[in-house]
DNA sequence: GTAACAAATTCGCAGGACGAACTACTGCTT
DNA sequence: AAGCAGTAGTTCGTCCTGCGAATTTGTTAC
C-alpha cells in the first residue's frame, strides 16, 4: 500500500510537470495558478495551502507577476496586507492547463472499469479528508 | 478522482519531504537513496528511473557523494560509465529514513479497515502497473 | 580504422526553498 | 492616548534542483 501510493504520487507529480512544462509554467507556478482559481488570497493564506515558508511565496508569486499571471492589490482592510488575484491572462491560462491536465491524470485510470473508478475516488477522498489536505487542486464544479 | 490523486500525491510528497528533511535530506536524495537500496545502477539508469535529464543527475550524485552517501564506481565492463552505489553510511541511513518514512505514509491510512486498505493498495497498483511506473519506491522484501 | 553512437561531465542559467533579519502596520492593554 | 506585542510581507544570502547545449572519452558496428 505504502508503495503504490509513494508511486502513484511519483507518476501524477510527473505528469503535472509535464503537463506544466508544456504551457511553459512550472508545477509550482501551475500549482499557484489553480489555487487561484476560486478566488483570491493573501501571502500567508497562501503559504498554509501550497505548504511554503513566507519568503518562498515572495518569489513564486514574483516570478507569475512577473509573467503576468498574477497581480498583487492592496487589502481594503488591513493596509499590510496583499491579495493575489489572477489576471485575465492567468486565468484563461490556468483554465486550459487545469482542463489539460485533468484530462492526462484522468488517462492513468484508462483502463478502468466504471466503479473500479468510483471506488478509487472514495478511497482517495478519505485520505484527503482524514489528513485534511488544503485545497490544492479543487474539485470543479464545471465539468466541461 | 482526478481530485482525488492529485490531492494524494501532494500530501504524500509532503510527508515524504517531511521526513527527508529530518534526516538531513532533500526529497530528491530521498529518493536517491530508496531507488540505490537494492542495488547500485549507472547514471543513465538513474536518469531513467528518477525521470531526470542526465545533467541533473551528474548534480544530485555529486551532492550526495559530498555527503558521504553515495560513491561512484568504475563500471568493469564499460569504461566511461560509472555505478552509483551506497556507501555504508548511506544504506544505514536510507534504511531508516526508508522505515520511517513508510510508517508515516501508512499512517495515512490510519482510520481504515484492513480491507478498504486493501481494496486501495489493488487500485493504486494497477495505476502504478498500467502507467509502468519505474521502482521508485520498491516493495520491500523486508518488513521489519 | 573510422564513423556513429553512448555515458558522463561541465557550464550557464533560472527557478525553488529556507531561515533570519527587517519594515510597516494592527490591535491590545492599560 | 501611548506603548507594545504580534502579524503581513519583503529582502537577503545560501544552497538545491533541473534543464539544454557543448564536450570528452570510450564503445561498437561496419
Do not use: N
Given at each position: 500500500m505504502v508503495a503504490g501510493l509513494v508511486r502513484s504520487a511519483f507518476l501524477v507529480d510527473a505528469v503535472y510537470a509535464d503537463s506544466a512544462r508544456e504551457y511553459g509554467l512550472t508545477q509550482q507556478q501551475g500549482q499557484l495558478l489553480?489555487?487561484?482559481?476560486?478566488?483570491?488570497?493573501?501571502?500567508?493564506?497562501?503559504?498554509a495551502t501550497l505548504g511554503l515558508a513566507k519568503s518562498s511565496l515572495t518569489g513564486l508569486v514574483d516570478r507569475s507577476e512577473r509573467n503576468g499571471l498574477v497581480q498583487r492589490k492592496p487589502d481594503p482592510h488591513d493596509s499590510r496586507a496583499v491579495r493575489v488575484a489572477l489576471t485575465r491572462r492567468g486565468?484563461?491560462?490556468?483554465?486550459?492547463?487545469?482542463?489539460?491536465?485533468?484530462?492526462?491524470?484522468?488517462?492513468?485510470?484508462?483502463?478502468?472499469?466504471?466503479?473500479?473508478?468510483?471506488?478509487?475516488?472514495?478511497?482517495?477522498?478519505?485520505v484527503v479528508a482524514d489528513n485534511k489536505v488544503p485545497s490544492v487542486f479543487m474539485e470543479p464544479d464545471l465539468p466541461r
Open positions: 489553480c489555487v487561484l482559481m476560486p478566488q483570491p488570497y493573501g501571502m500567508s493564506e497562501l503559504g486565468a484563461k491560462l490556468a483554465d486550459e492547463f487545469y482542463t489539460e491536465t485533468c484530462r492526462r491524470i484522468e488517462e492513468l485510470t484508462a483502463e478502468f472499469a466504471p466503479e473500479e473508478r468510483a471506488a478509487l475516488a472514495a478511497l482517495l477522498a478519505r
